[in-house]
């Protein structure tokens, strides 16, 4: 099963993660694995059976593939960085669902389709105008250097299906901040996931949900484990899916 470097967050120093049914390489990619990555991509809702799903910056792929094992949708995956968008082609080339997800080496900024997609999702970069990183591969992933929010909404919008679902993943600091951005471009919260590491940590990450039509959000809240440092049931009933020895 994928094991959680640094705690609970995410699989550094591991060159590749084994789940149930693909594998994801990553040793070319400065966005490694991570628990709450893997848990957004359990989590998505896909109630709507969408058929044509954008995945905003793929990195790993990691997206694309669980959303490719949970639904019959065609995907596209959109990745900025060359060497991640070349690792994430051989992921799902190895996979059961190569003929489902096409990978792009482009700018989301950049990009033109004459679809509208069912369901946009993005674990996007985390932090604007915040210290960077020297290694500019992990600055371009890991900070809004290239894509800032707003940017990333203004083109979910313009993308996204008059029925289609936006989904996001953020650090929790910036949840407000993302819904009130949201509503500039008509996009409104249906459903929220707070996440905390352990009982004794704080929300650390937020899984948002978007529509187009403004509704009472629904709220929930999960841990990822306990106090003895093993998954929680509701963590558990997300990844069981995807992790080997759950």
Not at 14 to 28: A, G, I, S
Not at 50 to 79: K, V, W
Not at 94 to 105: E, F, G, L
Not at 226 to 241: E, G, I, K, T, W
Request: charged share 20%; aromatic share 8%; with cysteine.
């Amino acid at each position: 099963m994928p094991i959680a470097g640094n705690k609970y967050l995410c699989g550094v120093g591991n060159t590749y993660f084994q789940f149930k049914q693909f594998t994801v390489h990553q040793d070319r990619c400065a966005m490694k694995v991570c628990t709450d990555s893997c848990l957004f991509g359990a989590w998505i809702p896909l109630d709507s059976g969408p058929t044509n799903i954008l995945d905003i910056g793929t990195g790993t792929g990691l997206l694309s593939l669980m959303l490719a094992q949970r639904s019959n949708a065609a995907i596209d995956a959109i990745e900025l960085e060359e060497a991640a968008a070349l690792q994430a082609k051989e992921n799902i080339a190895s996979s059961p669902w190569h003929d489902s997800i096409r990978v792009h080496h482009e700018d989301i900024l950049a990009f033109t389709t004459p679809k509208l997609y069912d369901l946009i999702v993005s674990n996007p970069p985390f932090y604007e105008q915040s210290v960077l990183s020297e290694d500019s591969d992990e600055q371009s992933a890991k900070h809004a250097t290239t894509l800032t929010l707003d940017a990333l909404l203004n083109k979910s919008a313009q993308l996204l299906h008059p029925e289609g679902k936006l989904a996001i993943l953020l650090p929790y600091f910036r949840m407000q901040e993302l819904i009130d951005n949201a509503r500039q471009h008509h996009l409104y919260p249906e459903r929220a996931l707070k996440v905390q590491p352990t009982p004794k940590h704080s929300f650390f990450r937020c899984m948002i949900l978007f529509g187009r039509n403004a509704i009472e959000m629904r709220t929930e809240e999960l841990i990822i484990k306990d106090n003895d440092q093993q998954y929680s049931a509701a963590a558990s009933a997300l990844l069981r899916p995807f992790y080997l020895h759950l």
